[in-house]
């Protein structure tokens, strides 16, 4: 193609081989952009589970075709993101505040849209689903306002993180306009987010257990979607609305969306609290209740924590193997085996060894003659004969998983041994789904109200294609109204949004999908055998048990820890709302800020909070310890920096926890959580979402040097 | 009512700045009678030294900015100094000032200009120093700036913006290339500018198809005191520093071209005498002179946005920025006259009343000649 062939004709002709040529060549280079944000996490994962846990890869060719749709779902999306989306926020951003809508002047119109923008998001891309992964193992008796927020509650908790977001993409346009440094927002919302958390942690036990939903929400609200909208729309309205020489470059909404869903649950919680409404609080008749008082003071201690203590006996009544009936089962033909050896040689046959199950809490000593020492015999224990080792399935792909009706229909996003035991209604032995939707009467009784288990509200129940159609297709809409309708005026390549935003479409469907089939069953069947460091378990899917690694434990869970904390930076490299902030700053600087330097930053702060948030969980640590001071610390390191990185830290910590990030590291954690007692897996997502910001600004505070000082005065001058 | 105004004697007077005293230096030039400042967001460029962590945490490049004006000669003298004193331009680092004779000017009347349109006596300097620009894929510019810092220019400037020719005549598949493109810039002494040019060709690879293209212009005088920040901190003096006080004990510049037989030249043919034809206009109606410019016969245009710092809307207590973008093209001399005419009417028929055209002479000029 050179330059004197196309001057005279207005089109070009391509031969179609010429076409395919073009597109070849530049969906190769898509493919493997998108490998190059993958491959870490991918091969990560795989060397650990093989070489580190030296277990094999269960579904082995089912997460192999996931993870190659992930891959061409993410190089479909991101090039929906650059044709479709981030032109047409950042079209609309730039028009809004020169016009007037409807005869309304900008100013007005403009904080309205950001409001409705804002709010719908949150119900375009509803992390919900996420948030009651999470606590699926929460316990109404041990913290029934969390339980209410989660089940009963969980439409309107939706509702409240909507208009969190709303107010913060409201306030965050208004910054814009008047040209506000981000820093006093940061000041006024840590403050007072501190203050009531302090407030929640002491003065209320049933308060204290929302804290970690409520932290959480902030880092979840903002998906792959919603970030890169709102940034372009930001640098559109900079664009235009000149603010004095400030620096303000369309950062800091999705600080401000981070920050405000994590208050309005806050104030949500606090107003279910103070009007009793949640379940079983006042009205209640039932007899465990009415005995413990004005919000439950009466409690016995036992009941506040029952969660942690219930997991607790279970993990000592079974010397720490608390595994299916599965697992413990022999083949017919083995049986007959064990019987032919047992008859001839009295003893098991080699690679078979002996069980013990506890489930009374009862012994009897018998003395030894002769001696101080007695032999102690455990009554009411069962011993089985287990094959030593385990066994994986062979199938390679998951039979359950079927790539048709994924389309549809939702796979379980979270594996059934971190759903509770007791809400197995059909008692086929896993819980279906909808059965993990449920409430408990007052009599004690369960009643499953909803049984297709699906919310009223917005939910993350949504298939691969339907959950991709909805979190893009109303925003577009809006976003394409508001321009041509409000506004009037026509987006100069028509053809090339609607093919980026189609894009965006099939790359998030893709992407889904790809999550389901791949990335969450291997993130799932790590994060449970990740445990294997620090406790005997019984792998993931598979029949037997694998021993502990380590035997001191706290070595064990350091190694989980470490774990965490690869798998944290490996999954942020991938995320793509973290690539399109990246990808965001290094064009608002003109490339002077390289996507590299905020993408590692980045990716090193979610590993030290993931770290950290895997320690919270396996040591069972305060979540408040861990968080307020990190923050207190951010308020300093926030003072100290400029504002641009400021810009940039607090916003990263919105895009952090996405898609991929989630499904990888809650797995881990309920694992994790599910051996050592902590029953609900809060907590991480807010620890991961605070590290990347202190990171961010100390990595803006080393390599910023200051201007130079103009020490030489040495004329220069080269001509005339 | 939309008559253009040619003039033949009027400079385009080109600072780079240091984002922190840009503001003040437009003021000042709007001040002393400059009008339609045309700012854009460049960064400088940094010397790497490798390393693993200057790998993984790249330290940012000093955010610069980008302005021009077009002045007529007369003001030139008085707004140059003007500048160089408000941004101490004759410091190390503090950034630069050049001028570029045009070869001519046609404003409509509504566009922003330093108030006499009366032409002055022509300056008869000669070209002493070179201004080079090269317009690259996003993404190859970091490669060229250091290609250009290794072979001796001072402080190359990138700028992002748009550009297209052949992409534009692709009808859906135009996607699968993004209109982003880099600009480098760097104002070279003459002695040098060879070198510079054809390291930085090479180094972007110019001569192959859909490379970019590039060009150098003469530049009648300034002054180049832009900083390339180390990013080692061990260094006690600045590169800028070390050079000008080589410089001093050499009595010149001339051994810095020393070693000129090193660059093999590059195994092609330049395009010689060319004319750029640069349309300022503003972002609303830059769509169309993009595909009128394309429509005239231009085999490629390219276009930088910005803002015109001394004007805003005055109607509105916000202040909004006024945006403006940088259409250009370059021809050869016997077909600007009749690209100028189409566009011109084109812009007639669109009823936009502010814009102007200029053209500059460009010696020297290179990219993928097909075959």
Request: glycine share 10%; with cysteine.
């Amino acid at each position: 193609m050179s330059a004197e062939q196309s001057s005279d004709s207005k089109t070009l002709q391509l031969s179609l081989r010429q076409k395919i040529e073009i597109l070849l060549s530049f969906s190769k280079d898509k493919i493997v952009e998108q490998i190059q944000c993958v491959w870490f996490i991918i091969l990560y994962l795989i060397v650990f589970q093989v070489l580190v846990l030296g277990l094999p890869i269960v579904y082995s060719l089912m997460i192999a075709a996931g993870i190659m749709i992930v891959i061409v779902g993410l190089a479909f999306f991101m090039e929906g993101l650059r044709l479709g989306l981030m032109p047409l926020g950042e079209t609309l951003g730039s028009t809004l505040p020169r016009k007037k809508i409807l005869g309304i002047p900008c100013l007005p119109t403009s904080l309205a849209f950001g409001f409705v923008l804002g709010a719908f998001a949150t119900f375009a891309e509803p992390a919900i689903g996420v948030l009651r992964a999470a606590g699926a193992g929460v316990d109404p008796t041990a913290a029934p306002l969390l339980w209410t927020i989660l089940n009963t509650g969980a439409g309107l908790l939706v509702n409240c993180v909507g208009v969190g977001v709303g107010i913060a993409v409201l306030l965050g346009v208004l910054r814009f306009y008047k040209g506000w440094s981000l820093k006093p927002f940061i000041y006024a919302g840590v403050l007072i987010l501190s203050c009531l958390t302090l407030y929640m942690q002491f003065s209320d036990d049933r308060l204290k257990h929302v804290l970690g939903l409520a932290w959480d929400c902030g880092a979840v609200t903002t998906g792959p979607v919603t970030v890169p909208l709102v940034l372009a729309l930001g640098i559109g309205v900079c664009r235009i609305v000149s603010t004095g020489g400030s620096s303000n470059t369309g950062f800091g909404v999705v600080t401000l969306a981070s920050l405000f869903p994590i208050l309005a649950v806050m104030c949500y919680a606090l107003y279910l609290f103070e009007t009793d409404n949640y379940f079983c609080a006042k009205q209640s008749t039932a007899e465990w209740h009415l005995k413990a008082g004005d919000y439950g003071k009466n409690y016995p201690e036992d009941l506040q924590k029952f969660g942690e203590l219930k997991a607790k006996a279970i993990l000592e009544s079974t010397g720490g193997v608390e595994e299916s009936e599965l697992s413990w089962s022999l083949s017919v033909d083995e049986r007959k085996m064990i019987q032919d050896h047992l008859n001839a040689h009295k003893a098991l046959p080699e690679g078979y060894t002996l069980k013990t199950k506890v489930s009374e809490g009862k012994i009897s000593p018998r003395p030894l003659v002769g001696s101080d020492r007695e032999n102690v015999e455990l009554f009411g224990s069962k011993s089985y004969v287990v094959r030593e080792g385990y066994k994986a399935p062979d199938e390679l792909w998951n039979p359950d998983s079927d790539i048709a009706t994924a389309f549809s229909n939702n796979f379980d996003f979270f594996p059934n041994t971190f759903k509770p035991q007791e809400v197995d209604k059909n008692n086929n032995g896993i819980v279906d789904p909808g059965e993990d939707f449920y409430s408990i009467e007052p009599d004690g009784s369960i009643n499953y109200s909803k049984t297709d288990g699906l919310l009223t509200g917005p939910d993350q129940d949504r298939g691969a294609l339907e959950g991709a159609i909805w979190a893009i297709v109303p925003l577009c809409a809006i976003l394409l109204l508001v321009l041509i309708v409000g506004l009037r005026q026509r987006p100069k390549h028509m053809d090339e949004l609607i093919i980026g935003i189609s894009c965006a479409v099939i790359g998030m469907c893709l992407f889904n999908l790809g999550i389901s089939l791949g990335l969450t069953p291997l993130g799932e069947q790590l994060g449970g055998n990740v445990v294997s460091s620090f406790a005997s378990i019984q792998p993931w899917q598979s029949e037997g048990f694998v021993d502990p690694m380590f035997h001191s434990s706290t070595v064990g869970k350091c190694l989980a820890i470490l774990f965490g904390f690869i798998l944290g930076y490996g999954a942020t490299l991938a995320e793509p709302a973290l690539n399109a902030l990246g990808a965001t700053v290094e064009k608002i600087t003109v490339g002077a800020f390289k996507k590299n330097l905020l993408m590692q930053a980045v990716a090193t702060g979610v590993a030290l909070g993931i770290g950290t948030g895997v320690a919270k969980i396996a040591f069972n640590l305060e979540l408040w310890y861990l968080l307020i001071p990190p923050y207190v610390m951010l308020l300093f390191l926030t003072f100290i920096s400029s504002e641009d990185f400021v810009n940039f830290g607090w916003d990263s910590a919105g895009v952090t926890t996405g898609p991929i990030t989630v499904p990888l590291v809650l797995a881990m954690g309920l694992g994790i959580g599910a051996k050592t007692g902590a029953i609900d897996g809060f907590g991480v997502l807010s620890l991961a979402s605070v590290g990347p910001i202190i990171t961010v600004l100390t990595v803006g505070l080393l390599v910023r040097k200051k201007p130079k000082d103009n020490l030489s005065s040495e004329k220069f001058v080269e001509a005339v | 009512m939309n008559e253009l105004n040619t003039m033949d004697k009027v400079s385009l007077l080109t600072l780079i700045l240091p984002k922190e005293s840009a503001p003040q230096v437009s003021n000042a030039l709007a001040a002393a009678g400059a009008k339609g400042i045309f700012q854009v967001a460049a960064r400088g460029s940094i010397l790497r030294e490798g390393g693993f962590l200057s790998k993984m945490f790249p330290p940012p490049a000093p955010e610069q900015f980008l302005l021009q004006v077009l002045v007529p000669n007369g003001l030139r003298e008085a707004l140059i100094e003007k500048a160089v004193n408000i941004g101490k331009l004759d410091r190390v680092g503090s950034g630069a000032i050049f001028a570029i004779n045009c070869d001519s000017a046609h404003l409509s009347s509504q566009f922003p200009f330093a108030g006499s349109r009366d032409t002055d006596d022509l300056f008869s300097s000669i070209p002493t120093l070179e201004a080079i620009c090269c317009i690259c894929e996003k993404g190859v510019a970091e490669d060229i700036a250091q290609a250009a810092l290794s072979a001796g220019a001072p402080g190359p400037t990138v700028t992002f913006g748009e550009g297209g020719g052949i992409r534009d005549k692709i009808p859906l598949l135009r996607m699968t290339k993004g209109p982003e493109k880099e600009f480098v810039w760097c104002v070279v002494d003459r002695s040098e500018s060879n070198e510079v040019f054809t390291n930085m060709a090479r180094a972007g690879r110019i001569t192959e198809p859909g490379r970019g293209f590039m060009y150098s212009i003469p530049v009648s005088d300034g002054i180049i005191n832009v900083t390339s920040t180390v990013s080692s901190s061990s260094h006690g003096a600045s590169l800028e520093q070390v050079i000008s006080v080589l410089d001093e004990l050499k009595g010149g510049k001339e051994w810095r071209s020393g070693t000129e037989s090193k660059s093999a030249s590059l195994n092609t043919t330049f395009l010689h005498d060319l004319v750029g034809l640069y349309c300022v206009v503003p972002r609303d109606h830059y769509s169309e002179v993009y595909d009128a410019v394309l429509e005239a016969g231009a085999p490629g245009v390219s276009t930088n946005f910005g803002v015109m710092t001394d004007l805003g809307s005055d109607s509105d207590s916000e202040s909004c920025n006024e945006e403006w973008a940088l259409v250009y093209t370059s021809l050869s001399p016997g077909s600007v006259d009749g690209v100028l005419n189409k566009v011109s009417s084109k812009i007639k028929d669109l009823d936009i009343d502010r814009f102007a055209f200029y053209t500059l002479p460009i010696p020297k000029a290179l990219t993928y000649l097909g075959g």
